[in-house]
């Protein structure tokens, strides 16, 4: 089975209408996305969610950031899922992003940085199943 891996598409990016243009370049890399499903989160799952920040200067505003709009959380699937993603997504910060990438062509900020990707197959696992069940993944 092909790798998979767990993304978001963050506020900053769905308060600018930017979902299909995001998706267009993760489905042009060649990841497929087989769930994907739009939702406010609550502080709870937020801060649940980026709980391994939870001692980082930028929690509170992370967990304000991720609550402010909804999001769109969905599965990618494809050779190398967790690694291709991460290229395509960029650097954290976009000043640091390459061309073509996500982060470099939609990001605002380091903090509003328009999408989160899995960084280990490991936590893509944890991940997902924080807000999908398998009988929603359509590979
Ligand atoms: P992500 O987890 O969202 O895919 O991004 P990442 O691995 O590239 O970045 P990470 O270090 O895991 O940080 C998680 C998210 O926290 C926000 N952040 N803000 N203000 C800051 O200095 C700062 N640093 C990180 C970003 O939204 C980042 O994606
Ligand atoms: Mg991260």
Known sequence: MAERTFSIIKPDATRRNLTGAINAVIEGAGLRIVAQRRVKLTTEQAKKFYEVHAERPFYGELVEQMTAEPVVVQVLEGDNAVAAYREVMGATNPEQAAEGTIRKQFALSIGEN??????????????????????????
Do not use: L, R, Y
């Open 114 to 139: 328009s999408v989160h990707g899995s960084d280990s197959q490991d936590n893509a696992k944890i991940e997902i199943a924080q807000f999908f069940t398998d009988d929603q993944i359509v590979g």
